[in-house]
């Protein structure tokens, strides 16, 4: 049985026995739910910071998605390479961008047939340059106390990261 059966005055609960389906004593040692756990914190922090600028955490990476990738080229990103930069899907890029471009803080060149590229316009490139450090202000203040750059923490982010698509 999968389960423990435990009475109570209001009817029968159901207890998941844990110890016969899972590889993991508890949650504190599930790496899953501890990075589920870890980047929900995280992302709480950065959205308060963001919200004085009216940004929210998605449009704050798409946005400097936009600046980081535009800065080796010629401008011309298109959004399916926005969207795997940022591990977007394209509907979810979509609405971003269509976010931003409201905001007026990107605009779209028409590149080819429908494809259209973002480009920061002023207000982007400035409020980009004033969320930067204080997401990254953000980010040392969560992270301070395990110093990613001295851990394996950041190698195996970058490893986890690099991978192209969710196995099915």
């Keep these: 049985m999968l389960y423990n059966q435990h009475e109570f005055l209001d009817g029968v609960v159901l207890n998941v026995d844990f110890a016969k389906i899972s590889a993991h004593k508890g949650p504190e040692v599930s790496p899953g739910y501890l990075l589920w756990k870890t980047s929900t914190l995280w992302r709480r922090a950065i959205e308060q910071a963001l919200k004085p600028l009216k940004l929210t955490h998605p449009q704050f990476v798409v946005l400097a998605a ?22 977007l899907d394209p509907n ?8 931003l471009h409201t905001k007026k803080l990107i605009t779209r ?3 080819d047939g429908r494809s259209k590229s973002p480009i920061l316009t002023a207000a982007g490139s400035a409020l980009l340059t004033e969320a930067i450090p204080i997401v ?24 986890l990261s690099s991978r192209d698509e969710i196995k099915k």
């Design 136 to 159: 990254e202000k953000e980010d040392h203040a969560f992270f301070h106390t395990i110093n990613p750059e001295k851990t394996p923490l950041l190698k195996a982010l970058q490893t």
């Design 109 to 111: 060149k028409a590149q």
């Design 92 to 99: 979810t890029t979509s609405q971003i961008l269509r976010s």
């Design 66 to 87: 936009i600046g980081w990738l535009n800065q080796s080229g010629n401008g011309l990103i298109r959004q399916v390479e926005i969207g795997r930069f940022c591990g």
